[in-house]
Every structure is written in structure tokens, then in C-alpha cells.
């Protein structure tokens, strides 16, 4: 009797004790692999997303940059692309290369409904100081590339006045300014913004008024 009692406990589980176990560890185990694949794309989206306001800001400095030392600044008539030329009034072929004159452009271009910006640079020479004006898109540089893209928005503005408001008397006037201002606004989303759920906005924009001062 006691013989049989005890191979009695010793039969294990039934085979719906199995099944709600394989259920229960099945369940759990989607839960945590789930929880897993969303935190692993929610950090590749805000490295991303990161890398990507990283670029905008160096970009934005390095026009900025550009526009402060030039001497004559054009920007075009739809405002997506700024010509920049440097002491074209001390030009002379005598003067070693690396100590020329020189120009840049930032160019936005349309790319499938976004923007991209390529990048030139040229040294004028005697016979064309203007050099830009000869270069082809195959002559520029692409500074945006992979996942980050640029608002139809974006673009430069030179400002020859500045507007000035009497708080007092709540007027309005312009009045000429110093010196003439130029306006860089880069507004850019992720590629992949449409199909991620983790971010919401739009766009994220970066704006900065540079002060052209070393316009002739």
C-alpha cells in the first residue's frame, strides 16, 4: 500500500498542467523580447535623431562662419543657395595658392520632395573671379547624407534693414541698418520619421542671424 502511494507521487504533470506552463513561459517570453526590440529601436532613433541636430548645428556654424569673413554674399532668388566670395580685392597670381582668394556655396537641392546641400569651393583667378558661376553639381560635395533630410523650408535671407519697435507708442519702423544681416534657417526630420513611432514633431529647426561684416 505504501509501495503504491509512492509511485503515485512520482507520476509528474499531466499533460494541461504542461500545457499552461508552455503557455505561461511563452507569454512571458514575447513580453520580454518585445520590451527588448522597443528599447533597442528607441535608442537607435535618438542616436539617430541625435547625430542628426549634430550636423544641422555644425553646418549652421559653418555657414555662418563663411559669411562673417566674405566680402561679397549672394544669395539666389528662391533663397536655397548663397554664393560667398573672399578678399577678391586682394587677389594676385603672385600670392601662393593656399594664400588665394578663394569662394564658397551651400546649395539646397530637391531630392525626391526633400532637400540635401552640396557644398563648392573655387579659387577665382584673374580672368574669373567669380568662379562659382562655372561649376557644375558634379563639382560639389553632398554634406547630408544617410537618415537626415531638409524642409523645403530651409534657406537663407539677407536682411539690409533692421526693424525697430517703439514699445511705448506701438510704431513700427524700419530703419537701415549697420551693417546688412543674413537669415540661415535648416529645419530637417529623420528619414524614417514616418515609421516611428517615438517621435511625433514634425521637424526640428535651427535658425541664426549672421551679421555680414566684411561686406564691401
Known amino acids: 500500500m505504501k509501495q503504491n502511494n509512492y509511485i503515485k507521487n512520482k507520476q509528474g504533470m499531466t499533460i494541461i498542467e504542461l500545457i499552461v506552463a508552455m503557455g505561461i513561459f511563452t507569454i512571458v517570453t514575447t513580453l520580454a523580447v518585445g520590451s527588448f526590440v522597443a528599447i533597442s529601436r528607441m535608442r537607435m532613433f ?6 542628426s541636430q549634430q550636423k544641422v548645428r555644425i553646418m549652421t556654424e559653418m555657414i555662418s562662419r563663411y559669411a562673417r569673413q566674405a566680402d561679397i554674399v549672394t544669395v539666389s532668388d528662391d533663397n536655397k543657395k548663397v554664393d560667398m566670395y573672399f578678399k577678391l580685392d586682394t587677389f594676385d597670381a603672385t600670392v601662393p595658392a593656399d594664400r588665394q582668394a578663394y569662394a564658397s ?4 537641392y530637391n531630392s525626391g520632395g526633400n532637400y540635401l546641400m552640396r557644398y563648392y569651393e573655387c579659387t577665382p583667378t584673374t580672368t574669373s573671379k ?20 531638409l524642409s523645403a ?8 534693414n533692421q526693424i525697430l519697435k517703439d514699445d511705448k507708442n506701438d510704431l513700427t519702423e524700419e530703419m537701415p541698418a549697420s551693417k546688412p544681416s543674413m537669415d540661415i534657417v535648416l529645419k530637417s526630420n529623420l528619414n524614417d520619421k514616418t515609421t ?6 514634425d521637424y526640428f529647426a535651427i535658425s541664426t542671424k549672421v551679421v555680414l561684416e566684411n561686406l564691401k
Request: charged share 20%; proline share 2%; glycine share 10%.
Open 130 to 149: 567669380y568662379c562659382l558661376g562655372t561649376l557644375t553639381a558634379a563639382d560639389g560635395v553632398d554634406l547630408f547624407s544617410g537618415k537626415m533630410k
Open 46 to 51: 535618438a542616436l539617430n535623431l541625435k547625430e
Open 196 to 201: 516611428t513611432p517615438y517621435y511625433n514633431s
Open 153 to 160: 523650408d530651409s534657406g537663407f535671407a539677407i536682411n539690409s
Open 105 to 108: 556655396s551651400f546649395e539646397l
